[in-house]
Structure formats: structure tokens, C-alpha cells
């Protein structure tokens, strides 16, 4: 069965700094684009961040754009997200999922970041 | 940027019901990248109807979806207690940024 999980959210202060982990486990993720949405409390669905199989593009939604970056190991099946210059706005949770020509068909339950002092 | 709104915001129906939810484009969308989810709380989503109108595995038959251009429609037909969840229309077209619409809370 195709599964991803996500770690590394926590508490931050605003400004600061935090990298999520989105390990891949029952396929192949150096052949999908992977993705990282957030959710802040009581909101809806927000895209983030989008990688290429072998890094060739790179995409972020304007928000983060220069704050974030995405990357991934391929060989540890493993995508990541840094987050710089964190602030207030950022406090979410975060989801890595799966892109194929169905969507967004893998999920994993999220992490959660939170920016506050 | 595609910008998707949802409508009505919230559903209140019973077990039994139907339900129609709209999803509406600000440009067209090919019919191949559009898709719906369903979220419970505490939950991740998960992908419910892929390419407009296919539905993923495990979604039952009373999910249907249909549309083209910039207007999509998630329908429900005989709504189950475990149906009641917020449902979000996504585009996922060959170039990022892959836009959600807002939501619709379907509740009791």
C-alpha cells in the first residue's frame, strides 16, 4: 500500500526556522511530483509547494515564495520542505501528498507547525 | 492563477438526502484535472473523484461527479451518516499552483 508520513512540525518562534520530513514507503517516488498542502486551524486547504521527479521545477504559492524550499532524496524516497523566516500565518497543518494523473491520491495524516512566541 | 469557489458553503441534510455541490472556475479547466475530496475531522483528506467524473478506489457509487469548462458539480445521492465531511474541489492542471476551492461542509 502506497503511504507517506510526515514529521518535523513543532513550535517556533516567528522567524524562525524548521524543516519537515515526508518519508515514502509501498512505491516509487522518484517517478511522482510531490507536493506539500497545508491546512491552518478551521481553514481550508492551501497548496504550498510542488517538487518534479528529479528536481528539474520547483513551485511554490506566492505566500512562501522565498521563504520555503522544497527538496527531495530520491534514493531515501524522501521529500522535504524548509521553512525560514517563519511567521504567525504559517501555523498549519501540514500534509505531503502523492501527485499522479489522479491528483492528489496519497496523503499522509500531517504535521503540525506552529509559530508563536 | 485559476481561483475556484464552492458553493453553498455549508449542507444541511439528512440521511437519506441528496446533495449537489458546485465548484466554479474563474478559466476553463480541462475536464482531465479537475477533482473532489473529502475531508473528516481530524482527518486527512482523501481523493474522492479524479478527472471530473472517475471515481477513486474505494469511493462508492453514490458519488458521481460531472461538468466541464468552469462549472463542476460533486452530487451525492442518498446521503450515508459517514458522507457528512467538507468536500473540496481541486484543478490540478499541468502547471502549478494547484488550487483548492474554500470548502463545502455537508452536516446533519
Known amino acids: 500500500e502506497a503511504q507517506v508520513v510526515e514529521s518535523g512540525g513543532g513550535l517556533v518562534q516567528p522567524g524562525g526556522s524548521l524543516r519537515l520530513s515526508c518519508v515514502a514507503s509501498?512505491?516509487?517516488?522518484?517517478?511522482?511530483?510531490m507536493n506539500w498542502v497545508r491546512q491552518a486551524p478551521g481553514k481550508g486547504l492551501e497548496w504550498v509547494a510542488t517538487?518534479?521527479?528529479?528536481?528539474?521545477?520547483?513551485y511554490y504559492v506566492e505566500s512562501v515564495k522565498g521563504r520555503f524550499t522544497i527538496f527531495r532524496d530520491n534514493p531515501k524516497k524522501s521529500v522535504y520542505l524548509e521553512m525560514k523566516s517563519l511567521r504567525a500565518e504559517d501555523t498549519a497543518v501540514y500534509f505531503c501528498?502523492?501527485?499522479?494523473?489522479?491528483?492528489?491520491?496519497?496523503w499522509g495524516q500531517g504535521t503540525t507547525v506552529t509559530v508563536s512566541s | 492563477e485559476i481561483v475556484l469557489t464552492q458553493s453553498p458553503a455549508t449542507l444541511s441534510l439528512s440521511p437519506g438526502e441528496g446533495a449537489s455541490l458546485s465548484c466554479r472556475a474563474t478559466?476553463?479547466?480541462?475536464?482531465?484535472?479537475l477533482g473532489w475530496y473529502q475531508q473528516k475531522p481530524g482527518q486527512a483528506p482523501r481523493l474522492l473523484i479524479y478527472?471530473?467524473?472517475n471515481r477513486a478506489t474505494g469511493t462508492p457509487d453514490r458519488f458521481s461527479g460531472s461538468g466541464s469548462g468552469t462549472d463542476f458539480t460533486l452530487t451525492i445521492t442518498r446521503l450515508e451518516p459517514e458522507d457528512f465531511a467538507v468536500y473540496y474541489c481541486?484543478?490540478?492542471?499541468?502547471?502549478?499552483?494547484?488550487?483548492f476551492g474554500g470548502g463545502t461542509k455537508v452536516e446533519i
Open positions: 501528498t502523492r501527485v499522479s494523473i489522479l491528483g492528489m491520491d496519497v
Open positions: 509501498g512505491f516509487s517516488s522518484s517517478g511522482y511530483l
Open positions: 517538487i518534479k521527479q528529479n528536481e528539474s521545477a520547483k
Open positions: 478559466q476553463s479547466v480541462g475536464t482531465s484535472f
Open positions: 478527472g471530473t467524473s
Open positions: 481541486q484543478q490540478y492542471g499541468p502547471s502549478p499552483p494547484l488550487t
